[in-house]
């Protein structure tokens, strides 16, 4: 079972509520086992992070990055996170809101071909 830090429970429940407009259309094909029949969640707690979705069964965490994660300390602190789940033996791939606005096929067949 993996760890989590309870603190930022409340955190995770209000990014669930305020989805952006990439993250609500990737979960509608993720939601309800739709890619080879597997359990995701979103806005799943891990460590001291909340990654956008996990499949707890491939060990797969899939994050949606707007604008704000190319700046220079972003990308910072989004390699000690990818490092984290590595580390816990999580494989994370990330995608770029533009990435499943304008190619959710694509999208879709990468994160298949890790299930």
């Known amino acids: 079972m993996l760890s989590y ?31 080879k029949a597997l359990q995701f969640y979103r806005q799943k707690i891990i460590g001291n992070y909340i990654a956008d979705f996990y499949c707890p069964k491939s060990r797969l965490v899939i994050e949606v990055d707007g604008g704000q994660h190319y700046d220079v300390e972003e990308r910072k602190k989004d390699k000690e996170r990818d490092d984290y789940m590595a580390k816990t033996g999580i494989t994370v791939l990330r995608f770029s809101n533009s990435d499943v606005l304008e190619n959710i096929e694509v999208v879709l067949k990468i994160i298949w071909s890790k299930l």
């Open 5 to 35: 830090n309870k603190d930022i429970k409340q955190l995770s429940r209000n990014l669930r509520s305020n989805m952006t407009e990439a993250e609500i259309l990737l979960w509608s094909k993720l939601r309800g086992k739709q890619l």
